[in-house]
Structures are given as structure tokens and as C-alpha cells.
């Protein structure tokens, strides 16, 4: 991919992703997680537990290209995204407990990511021309400059003027959505002669990931006595990810297209399948609401 894009265009791109996401964020949002420990504690167990052993299994499975598993790991290292809170929204979820649910993985993922992602490097032991590919210590710094500092300039630019970030919260969203599509897109044509091999390869192994990770989400909280509201809003935090931070962090930081495909691949399906699923379990419970109103 052409280095302007692989060193500019994409941090830059994501650093404006993040910057938005601090703008719909505050200090209370932060301080809700003592208000919701359980709820917070059971997702966040979801996301940087169950999810990466979901995706090592599958790509075992399917005995996947060591560089495509390795792009899987990184995608399941990375937190939920702000369209997290609009499917949500949509499916009558506790949008507040997404974001928290963002606002804390967010930071975590700082730690979460480089280490979940070295270990797939370790173990799959991808080559990738030859090069030695691993998230060093000023790559860690880089992924901490691209995630954490946009995402504080938000916080302070809402706590600083409101209306300000009240006005600009749409044209970033809508920027911030353009700009993972145009991701998106970029990748696909960098690999176009690969494409259709790497979508029979990871096709079905992103919508198995995509629906196992939205049903732990909302079926674990639910077992575990979360109240509904919340554990849809756990199913869409911990199933729609931030496909741009894997893509930039492949591309921009491994140096590697190839590592960003199952990222790409999965910031594609996981919409439709999100919307299927929050139909689906929207549908179910009002058709238990309707037969206990019966009785």
C-alpha cells in the first residue's frame, strides 16, 4: 500500500475515529464503572478472555494462514467502536454501559492489544517477506499516541466547551464512518489479486467470529443475572470492533496488508450481522414479554 497512506493517512484517519469517540465521552463515564461493576466486570472478561480464545480456536481450526490467523488475534484484541452505542441504541440497549464499556477498553486495549497480538505472532510465526514483525516498546507508544491521545483531546474539548462538541459530534461520526469505509476499501484494492482467495479462507471463520462474539456478549451477562438492557449492550461492545485501529495498526505499524484483511473482512459483514442478531433477540424478547403479560 502506498506510504503516504500506510504513514499518514491512516493514523490520522483513526486519530480522527478516536478524537470522536472523546467527544461523546466524559469523566463520569469512567466513574460509572463503580456504579456497574458487575455489568463492566463480566464484559470486559467477554472481551479480553473468552474473545481471543474464540478466535485462536477458530483460526486453529481451520488451520488459517499464519499471517491471516494473526490478523484474526489483532482484530479480537481490538475494543468496540463507537457504532457499538448507535446498534444499541437501535436494539433498546443500556447505551450508557456501552460507553463505559468503550471509554475503558479503550484504555485497556493500550496494554490488552500488544500483548494478545504478540502472542499470535509468537505462536503462529507468520513470515511476511522476510521481515521480523512484533509490537515493540515504541510501537506500544505509537498505538498509545493514536488511541489514547485523540481520545483525551475529546474528553477535554467537551469538558472545555459542550456545545462545541455537541456540534461537532455529527459531522465527526459521519466523517468517522466515511473514513472506515474508505479503509476498508483501500485494503480490498491493495489485495485485489488475492481477494477472492482470502475472502473463501476468512469469509466464514469473520461471520462465525461475529455471531459467536455477539451470542457470548449477550447469553454469558444474561446467565450471569445482567439485566437485558445491558447484556444487548454487552453483545454489541463486545461484537462490532474497531476494524480501522486493527486495519491501521496492520498496515501502519506491522507493515503488513495481509495482517489487516480479516479486520477488513470483518468491518463488512459484522454490520449485517449485528443487525440480524439484534432483531433476532429484540424479537425474542418481546414474544417472552408477551407470554408473561398472558399469564
Known amino acids: 500500500m502506498d506510504s503516504a497512506l500506510t504513514s499518514v493517512a491512516l493514523p490520522a484517519a483513526l ?9 461523546s465521552l466524559t469523566v463520569d463515564d469512567f466513574a460509572r464503572v463503580a456504579r456497574h461493576p458487575k455489568a ?10 473468552l474473545l481471543p480464545a474464540i478466535a485462536f480456536g477458530l483460526v486453529t481450526a481451520f488451520d488459517l494462514d499464519p499471517l491471516l ?31 463505559t464499556l ?4 479503550s484504555v485497556l486495549a493500550v496494554v490488552t492489544l500488544p500483548v ?42 467537551r469538558r472545555r466547551s459542550p456545545a462545541l462538541a455537541d456540534r461537532a459530534d455529527r459531522p465527526v461520526r459521519i466523517g468517522s464512518a466515511a473514513v472506515l469505509a474508505l479503509v476498508i476499501v483501500g485494503t480490498v484494492v491493495s489485495e485485489r489479486e488475492n481477494i477472492a482467495d482470502y475472502a473463501a479462507a476468512i469469509g466464514l471463520i469473520a ?3 461475529c455471531v459467536l462474539s455477539l451470542t457470548v456478549g449477550y447469553v454469558v451477562p444474561r446467565r450471569l443475572g445482567i439485566t437485558d438492557r445491558q447484556s444487548v449492550a454487552c453483545s454489541m461492545e463486545i461484537g462490532i470492533h474497531n476494524s480501522t485501529l486493527a486495519i491501521t495498526i496492520a498496515i501502519s505499524l506491522l507493515d503488513s496488508v495481509r495482517l489487516a484483511v480479516p479486520a477488513a473482512v470483518y468491518g463488512v459483514v459484522m454490520f449485517p450481522v449485528a443487525a440480524a442478531f439484534g432483531w433476532l433477540i429484540t424479537r425474542t424478547t418481546r414474544t417472552d414479554d408477551a407470554a408473561v403479560s398472558r399469564v
Open 102 to 105: 468503550t471509554a475503558v477498553n
Open 40 to 49: 463492566v466486570a463480566i464484559a470486559l472478561v467477554c472481551q479480553l478472555v
Open 207 to 209: 461471520v462465525a467470529f
Open 15 to 23: 486519530a480522527i475515529i478516536m478524537f470522536g469517540l472523546g467527544l
Open 116 to 157: 494478545i497480538t504478540n502472542f499470535a505472532l509468537g505462536y503462529f510465526d507468520p513470515a511476511d517477506g522476510g521481515g521480523s514483525l512484533g509490537l515493540q516498546f515504541t510501537k506500544v507508544l505509537q498505538v498509545f499516541s493514536v488511541v489514547l491521545v485523540p481520545v483525551a483531546l475529546g474528553i477535554a474539548t
Open 69 to 99: 490467523a494473526v490478523g484474526m488475534m489483532l482484530l479480537a484484541a481490538s475494543p468496540g467502536g463507537t457504532t457499538a452505542n448507535l446498534f444499541s441504541h437501535l436494539f433498546r440497549g443500556d447505551v450508557a454501559l456501552n460507553v
